[in-house]
T-cell receptor, first 111, second 114 residues
Framework: KQEVTQIPAALSVPEGENLVLNCSFTDSAIYNLQWFRQDPGKGLTSLLLIQSSQREQTSGRLNASLDKSSGRSTLYIAASQPGDSATYLCAVSDSNYQLIWGAGTKLIIKP | DTAVSQTPKYLVTQMGNDKSIKCEQNLGHDTMYWYKQDSKKFLKIMFSYNNKELIINETVPNRFSPKSPDKAHLNLHINSLELGDSAVYFC?????????????FGAGTRLSVL
């Protein structure tokens, strides 16, 4: 049974720092992996999607990597800003498009 | 122009009541989902419909009944609400062929059962 783990559960860093969020999954037979952002009172926003055949995806200051064989993904955020404060969720998808979610990392960027 | 909209945003009700949460998407997607986010922040899929047909039905109490009148709507009806039903419920939609399975989520409905 697929399990997704995110470490750390919470992270607080000063503005401007680069940071890495980690996601691990137990079954490497995934279809794709997504990183989401969750803001209080708002829906989840898909940030990056990496297909199983890809190793990384970039969008602006965000870079997500995927190492399927080791069951790991990282989300790198460059030059963090207070507006980046949110909960970041990792989810893997099987071939039936069913998402299995991690519990998230709550990120606080201090001005 | 909200892509996936859920109503209501907040729902406070007594144990034993019956309630419904509505979801609509204007993205032209074929597939819609209901997720439950528990107190530990894990999201767990409950149901998925593709073109009004049920394709995923995880182990949830049969007090929960999804209804899809058309592919743009997926409503969730809950009978005989229990304290443990308190959670945030998210609706989502996707069109795997066009958007590579990116799911677009509603803002969530926070259900509190007293």
């Amino acid at each position: 049974k697929q399990e997704v783990t995110q470490i750390p559960a919470a992270l607080s860093v000063p503005e401007g720092e680069n940071l890495v969020l980690n996601c691990s999954f137990t079954d490497s037979a995934i279809y794709n992996l997504q990183w989401f952002r969750q803001d209080p009172g708002k829906g989840l926003t898909s940030l990056l999607l990496i297909q199983s055949s890809q190793r990384e995806q970039t969008s602006g200051r965000l870079n997500a990597s995927l190492d399927k064989s080791s069951g790991r993904s990282t989300l790198y955020i460059a030059a963090s800003q207070p507006g980046d404060s949110a909960t970041y969720l990792c989810a893997v998808s099987d071939s039936n498009y069913q998402l299995i979610w991690g519990a998230g990392t709550k990120l606080i960027i201090k001005p | 122009d909200t892509a996936v909209s859920q109503t209501p945003k907040y729902l406070v009700t007594q144990m034993g009541n019956d309630k419904s949460i509505k979801c609509e998407q204007n993205l032209g997607h074929d597939t819609m989902y209901w997720y439950k986010q528990d107190s530990k922040k894990f999201l767990k899929i409950m149901f998925s419909y593709n073109n009004k047909e049920l394709i995923i039905n995880e182990t949830v109490p049969n007090r929960f009944s999804p209804k899809s009148p058309d592919k743009a709507h997926l409503n969730l009806h809950i009978n005989s609400l229990e304290l443990g039903d308190s959670a945030v419920y998210f609706c989502a939609s996707s069109h795997p062929g066009l958007t590579k399975n990116i799911q677009y989520f509603g803002a969530g409905t926070r259900l509190s059962v007293l």
